[in-house]
Each structure stands twice: as structure tokens, then as C-alpha cells.
T-cell receptor, first 113, second 117 residues
């Protein structure tokens, strides 16, 4: 059981470049989310999805785009990378809200120069 | 809006001793869940313990237990018989028991725990 798989683990971009962070889960979870983790800030929600074809913004959505065409995949796109997007990104999934455990991927460390 | 506050940016404990990490939260809801996640240097987020707000009994998982005070909106984590492997960043998190945006976790800023041999 792979759980939540994120790729790549590390990435360095130049300002203005675009890229996609991949996230896949094999647990048939409805909920999928993207968080960013910055020093002293905890994890903050970027975008989330409650099912295929349904996405919505979180606390810090600017500069990011998402789509959910399948239950398994939830990619995060940076259209024009900025140094402020240097962070560690986590994808998470769960069966639903409430007591359901959110399972996290191993994270992607992104540096934007 | 719900908020989660961890007032201790760093804590230190001697191996085999007990340490308590503090967490307070603000919500007007009555139906919610609280979580403690551990993040070791590997960066992986690991669920430590979970508490249902409707349960008065404090959750326990082996050496980890919580002190849940609903009226005070307090949710502290106690680690007994601390081990070197407990050294990590610990995050307190809140989640409403509803779908949509309320289904997402709201995190505190974390407490970095060091364990001295």
C-alpha cells in the first residue's frame, strides 16, 4: 500500500518558471489537500478537493492552480514561480472530514531563485 | 474563524522523563476533532493521537496521552518516558466534523521538542 505519493522530493526553479507538483493516493480517498509549510508558520492550506471534478481555495491560494480529474490524482501547478513560493509542500488525503485521519505524503522541498 | 495556538516554540526534556506540550484553540463549534501530529527530521507527518470533542475521556496511545479541557479549549499532549526518537516538531490541529472547507485541518505553528540523553 503506497499511501500518498508526492513527486518530486526536491526541486529548484528560477523565478518565472512553471512546474507541477504531483500527488497520487491509492486509498480511494475523497478528500485531498495541498499545504505549504514555512518556518514558524505551521502548515497552511493552499487548495483542496472533496472529490473528482471539485476543487476550492484554501487560506493561501494565490499563485497556485489545481485540478482533480480522477479520484487518485491531485496535481498542484505553479504557473510563474516566485521566491515567496519557496517552501515545503505537502499533499494529504482522507476518506472524509471529522475523525477521518489525513494521510500525508513525504513532502516536496521547493526553492525558487 | 477557527484558530490553533501553540505557545511553546521549543521544549526540551531529559530522556525517560515526562513532558507536556500545550495547545489552545478557538472555535464556536461544538462538534469537532483535535489531533497531534509528529514531524521528525525526515519531514513525514505522523498522526500521534486523536480526540473527539464529544468524548469526555482523554485519548491515550501508549506513552502519549492528552488532557482535553473542552470548556477551556485546551488540548495538551503528554509524553511519558521520553525517548530519543520522540525528538521532532509537534503540531496541534483542529478539524470540524463537517464536509466542504470545514473538513480541512487547521494547524498550530508547532513545538520543537528536543530529547536529551
Amino acid at each position: 500500500n503506497a499511501g500518498v505519493t508526492q513527486t518530486p522530493k526536491f526541486q529548484v526553479l528560477k523565478t518565472g518558471q512553471s512546474m507541477t507538483l504531483q500527488c497520487a493516493q491509492d486509498m480511494n480517498h475523497e478528500y485531498m489537500s495541498w499545504y505549504r509549510q514555512d518556518p514558524g508558520m505551521g502548515l497552511r492550506l493552499i487548495h483542496y478537493s472533496v472529490g473528482a471534478g471539485i476543487t476550492d481555495q484554501g487560506e493561501v491560494p494565490n499563485g497556485y492552480n489545481v485540478s482533480r480529474s480522477t479520484t487518485e490524482d491531485f496535481p498542484l501547478r505553479l504557473l510563474s514561480a516566485a521566491p515567496s513560493q519557496t517552501s515545503v509542500y505537502f499533499c494529504a488525503s482522507s476518506f472524509g472530514a471529522g475523525r477521518n485521519i489525513q494521510y500525508f505524503g513525504a513532502g516536496t522541498r521547493l526553492s525558487v531563485l | 474563524a477557527q484558530t490553533v495556538t501553540q505557545s511553546q516554540p521549543e521544549m526540551s526534556v531529559q530522556e525517560a522523563e515526562t513532558v507536556t506540550l500545550s495547545c489552545t484553540y478557538d472555535t464556536s463549534e461544538s462538534d469537532y476533532y483535535l489531533f497531534w501530529y509528529k514531524q521528525p527530521p525526515s519531514r513525514q507527518m505522523i498522526l500521534v493521537i486523536r480526540q473527539e470533542a464529544y468524548k469526555q475521556q482523554n485519548a491515550t496511545e501508549n506513552r502519549f496521552s492528552v488532557n482535553f479541557q473542552k470548556a477551556a479549549k485546551s488540548f495538551s499532549l503528554k509524553i511519558s518516558d521520553s525517548q530519543l526518537g520522540d525528538a521532532a516538531m509537534y503540531f496541534c490541529a483542529y478539524r470540524r466534523n463537517y464536509g466542504g472547507s470545514q473538513g480541512n485541518l487547521i494547524f498550530g505553528k508547532g513545538t520543537k521538542l528536543s530529547v536529551k540523553p
